[in-house]
């Protein structure tokens, strides 16, 4: 990661306390912050102090430490908050939502009827089409641990024998801006 | 545990893509998008708060090794990594689980949410709030280790009388 680029990251500065921001904890590795503008109240980002565009940037040690922070800070907001529910999410890259160029992991309150949308239905799926997904991920994900891949079988499908509503798909053009630029090249194939 | 379909799909090693001691991660039965990958902790949990803190770590790594792969081999554009604590949250299975859902340009999954304007005072209070309730966050549940198991040594044979002489204090 170019230093400037790591300079002129606002989370960078919100990380670091540079920027002030809603403080509700933070260690070495991270700084979680409320959103200035929630889905929900409560709603908080746990932040990277390390300039980190997207998850697979991660060192295991620190995506585990992330995880264990959410982790706790979702039990925080169910128990401290008296919600219903609190939702993990993570969007690495732009096609998934994402809308800053540094990695953020949101914790939000849930309550039932909320209008948040982090529950998509299933989508009704072909049975060869599953099994060839299934066969590269297989291979895909054994090849990160370095290990041979499974046996890939009859693939067990359980979806909903529902048609799709498909909904319109927003063409919504991307925002201007080289910094996600630069990330949308990185998840779409010019690998570092 | 035969009541949980997950722990039965564990059991089975159904749809499996990846397996360690303690997770297990499978081909979703039920995708939001074509490649959804749920990775869980074998020991069954009913929501991520009841997942020992070190099992999470790893469900997270794990999770995060995934999404590289699923950019990878299904040229997937994005991904996200959902957990949904609760039924208000989404979850509709009684069996925690880490959900890594592949994302292409303009596919239509609709995730997200209209961000809210929140006053200044109302975030101050929050904080507060928070802040009193995070102070035992950060401080992780470790792995306790195995008791090691000494193999018990064998029964001897009577001893030898030769034996015997060798082992006599002079």
Known sequence: ?192 | MSECLFCGFIEKKANMIFEDEKTFVMLSPQPFSPGHVVVMPKKHAPILDAVPDFVVGDLFKIANKVCVAVFEVLGAHGTNVLVQNGVAAGQKHNHAMVHVVPRMENDGLQIGWEPKKAGEEDLSTMELRLKEETKSVGIFESEKQKPIEIEKPKERPAEDIRVKHIKRIP
């Not at chain 1, 096609?95 to 909320?114: E, K, N, T, W, Y």
């Not at chain 1, 499908?157 to 630029?181: H, I, N, Y």
């Open chain 1, 1 to 192: 990661m170019p230093e400037d680029e790591e300079q002129q990251c606002v989370f960078c500065h919100i990380a670091s306390g540079k920027i002030p921001a809603k403080k509700v904890f933070e260690d070495d590795k991270v700084t979680a912050v409320l959103d200035i503008n929630p889905a929900a109240p409560g709603h908080i980002l746990v932040l990277t102090k390390e300039h980190v565009a997207i998850m697979p940037q991660m060192s295991d040690e620190l995506i585990a430490h992330v995880g264990m922070i959410a982790k706790q800070l979702g039990s925080t907001v169910l128990r401290g908050l008296n919600v219903e529910g609190a939702s993990i999410f993570v969007a690495n890259g732009m096609a998934a939502g994402q809308r800053a160029p540094h990695f953020m992991l949101h914790v939000i309150p849930r309550s039932a009827d909320d209008g948040i949308a982090l529950q998509p239905s299933d989508i009704k799926v072909d049975e060869k089409a599953m099994k060839d997904i299934w066969q590269k991920l297989a291979a895909g994900v054994a090849k990160q641990f370095g290990k041979e891949p499974p046996q890939v079988s009859k693939p067990i499908v359980e979806g909903k024998s529902q048609e799709k509503s498909a909904p319109k798909p927003e063409a919504k053009k991307p925002e201007k801006g080289s910094d996600l630029d630069s990330i949308t090249d990185f998840l779409t194939g010019g690998k570092k």
